[in-house]
């Protein structure tokens, strides 16, 4: 029988800690996704608690037992993906304990509690009450958190306005008078130099490379990024310049950099050449979307949970397994085999296009091995993740000839194609087992090395290949493209690769790394 104290209290608490995951995540990566990507989590786990709250309360009937009830579902829905992450983790890699026995562990843990709670004599007001104290600080400060980042005076630096001249078509590069040749500017996640292949992943990638030579590409063989994560790599690509004049000024945060990825220099130039910018987008989210472009296949849909934020989100509940094992890897599939094939459509579209691609391959999850076939996503106790990483190498070059083979037949004129990626494998692709064979003094240099080299390819034509040389980086990628089919005179700037050093909340500075770090030799161990 519910008591005439427990009728009068209030409980909030469980609704409040059910949106504070939501609010948590976004707070600690504000600087990388708007804000409106939390309105559906946000209502999906006010819903979700609610709909416990209420059969809690017409089975109980005592609102202060269904308040903590509701709190220890909730909770136990919601933390499970931090428990694991922080324990179970290491019971399933080193232990091999079965995941379905671990969650039925915590489900167990769970449900003894909420027995108690249900079976306890004593009210529970002092904890209910301490509880939605408690709630209401944790979401107060995450609030504040969110309000103190989006009202944040800090100087910032403005990007370089992207120039506005109008450009016009050079006779140097063969076309006919007034023919602008379609642009395709495919960025291909992580996919390693050839160097990197032979050398650390013992993959012979020449069978791919000499089908890019045969169709006409010129393949910059020890090509790099000028900064190997995607945010810096692609503002630095697609404005033609390095990032280090934004830290003159002080610290530069994300959300500049990330503004550059959807405001830059080469569409603008583009656009005033006459050109449709379409973008395919991922579901990294400073890719995902592009508002400036005339043509948008977005990087998810609504219920997809192809979101980077999404992802994180459910990763951290107590779905996270089926989420990474059948949710995420069939939907994901889809989305890349759906987005080769409305790629292979563009040159159906009159009229001169810019087109612009991030696909998030090789990049793990492994979804596909070498022939596409379906794989669980990530790399388990007994495989190797540098196998998987090639197994889907393997096939993302499949796929890239199979693309451009239908680009170039299906084109009314020849359209200049641009193979590249932003960055090297990381750690989730990394030949870690095969990098420990080389002496400790060299391991550094050659895990830089790993996440720096690159695929950098071109087929541009009526252009000849001696305008091109094997160590070209990304940041020379349209200046000698405009100089070379407009007329432009961008010098080319000399090719440096450069890490960002800073904090959370921005980049202090961008330090360049030694020449050695590409050029010392570094024998191999037998």
């Keep these: 029988m519910e008591s005439r104290q427990s009728r009068k209290i209030k409980i909030f608490y469980p609704f409040l800690f059910a949106l504070y995951p939501v609010l948590f ?69 080193k232990l091999k304990t079965p995941v379905p026995v671990l969650v039925l562990v915590w489900i167990f843990l769970f449900g003894l509690l909420g027995y108690l709670a249900v079976k306890t004599k004593k009210e529970l007001l002092a904890l209910s009450l301490f509880l939605n104290v408690m709630a209401s600080l944790l979401v107060i400060f995450a609030i504040a958190q969110i309000a103190g980042a989006y009202l944040s005076t800090s100087p910032s630096p403005r990007v370089e306005s992207p120039a506005q001249e109008p450009i016009t078509l050079s006779p140097r590069t063969g076309l006919g008078k007034g023919e602008l040749p ?38 910059a063989a020890r090509s790099r990024c000028n900064y190997p994560q995607t945010y810096f790599s692609l503002a630095s690509s697609l404005n033609m310049t390095y990032l280090s004049y934004l830290v003159e000024r002080g610290p530069v945060k994300k959300r500049v950099i990330y503004g550059m990825l959807q405001d830059y220099k080469v569409w603008r130039l583009l656009k005033t050449a006459g050109y449709r910018f379409v973008h395919f987008g991922s579901w990294y989210e400073g890719t995902k979307v592009n508002r400036h472009a ?22 951290a509940t107590i779905l996270r397994h089926i989420f990474k094992d059948r949710l995420l890897p069939s939907t994901e599939r889809d989305r890349i085999l759906k987005t080769f094939a409305n790629l292979a459509g563009i040159p159906e579209i009159k009229g001169p296009k810019f087109v612009f691609l ?9 979804l596909f091995g070498p022939g596409g076939e379906a794989t669980k996503g990530i790399a388990g106790p007994s495989e190797s993740q540098a196998d998987r990483y090639i197994d889907q190498l393997r096939f993302t070059s499949k796929k890239i000839i199979w693309l451009i083979d239908h680009l170039i037949a299906r084109s009314a004129s020849p359209p200049v194609i641009i193979l590249q990626s932003d960055e090297g494998p990381a750690e989730e692709e990394k030949p870690s087992p095969e990098i ?84 010392k030799e570094i024998k191999k161990p037998q």
């Design 25 to 93: 995540l976004f707070s600690h990566n504000i600087e990388e996704v708007r804000f409106s990507v939390i309105w559906l989590p946000a209502a999906s786990c006010l819903v979700l608690t609610t709909l416990i709250w209420i059969a809690a309360r017409l089975t109980l009937r005592d609102n202060v037992k269904a308040g903590l009830l509701t709190f220890l579902l909730a909770f136990m829905i919601f933390s499970y993906g931090h428990f694991y992450n922080l324990v179970a983790g290491f019971a399933v890699r």
């Design 182 to 219: 379609d642009v395709y500017y495919l960025i291909f996640d992580r996919y390693a130099g050839e160097r990197t292949l032979q050398e650390y992943y013992s993959f012979d990638n020449r069978d791919f490379l000499s089908d890019l030579k045969s169709r006409g590409f010129y393949v």
């Design 294 to 315: 005339d043509l948008n296949f977005e990087g998810g849909s609504l219920f997809d949970f192809s979101h980077d934020f999404e992802q994180k989100l459910i990763e």
């Design 358 to 366: 991030h696909m998030l391959l090789p990049h793990h999850p492994f």
């Design 436 to 519: 420990r064979k080389y002496p400790k003094k060299y391991r550094e240099i050659i895990n830089w090395r790993v996440r720096c080299e690159i695929l950098n390819a071109f087929y541009w034509p009526g252009v000849g290949h001696n305008n091109f040389y094997e160590t070209m980086t990304p940041v020379n990628t349209f200046r000698l493209f405009f100089n070379l089919y407009f007329g432009t005179k961008y010098p080319l700037l000399e090719d440096k690769t450069f890490i960002a050093v800073g904090t959370k909340s921005g980049v202090l500075r961008f330090q360049e790394f030694p020449p050695a770090y590409w050029t």
